[in-house]
């Protein structure tokens, strides 16, 4: 986690970017492993600092997304689409390690705990809005709209997709200073 979090605001700073760092996991995850005693002597044998204030202030936010096992059971799997193992839990191991990583976080003064109400998008919909709202930018939702068409469109190609081609999307956010609204500019 610190190397990458180095190399990530090397970079800002070298491009000169307002950067949002995001990871997977956060150093405090190991607590829900071990016991008091053993956690104590990991972080000192990696050289963190063993305060959980220390800890706690590496993070500007904790985005908690609540295991599928908790909620939404039916989509709780310990296997991927490769058929390849990703998790070791049952579900009920799911639901008492997800509490214990709850718990591990708790002390955070912005640790968001999203459950399993409504779809996974809707929980990703949720953690983004958050997110947006933290920072101070507008969040922008995108929902997917579907047409039925009578026919298709001459410019469709008939045989394959081989005239497809990739996009890169970028938003910026800018804040006229007579106005307190910010616009979304999006570009292609």
């Keep these: 986690e610190r190397r990458i979090f180095n190399y990530c605001q090397e970079m ?8 949002v760092m995001l990871f997977d996991r956060g150093i405090q995850d190991g607590r829900s492993y071990y016991d008091e005693k053993g956690w104590q002597t990991v972080l000192g044998k990696i050289g963190f600092p063993t305060d959980i204030d220390m800890i706690m202030k590496r993070y500007d936010a904790v985005f908690h997304l609540v295991t599928a096992a908790d909620g939404a059971q039916k989509f709780y799997t310990k296997t991927g ?19 214990k990583l709850q718990k591990a976080w708790s002390s955070h003064p ?6 399993n109400n ?23 939702k995108k929902k997917p709209r579907k047409f039925l068409l009578k026919s298709m469109p001459r410019s469709f190609p008939a045989v394959g997709l081989d005239n497809m081609s990739t996009a890169t999307f970028t938003k910026t956010y800018i804040k006229p200073p007579e106005q307190k609204n910010m616009k979304n500019v ?3």
């Design 186 to 188: 999006q570009k292609q």
């Design 81 to 99: 689409e490769d058929g390849k193992q990703v998790r070791h839990e049952d579900p009920d191991q799911a639901k008492d390690l997800d509490r």
């Design 110 to 115: 912005k640790h968001y705990v999203f459950k």
């Design 12 to 19: 800002a700073v070298r491009e000169n970017i307002q950067a």
């Design 118 to 140: 409504g779809t996974f998008e809707d929980k990703l919909e949720k953690m983004i809005s958050q997110m947006c709202k933290l920072l101070g930018v507008p969040h922008t």
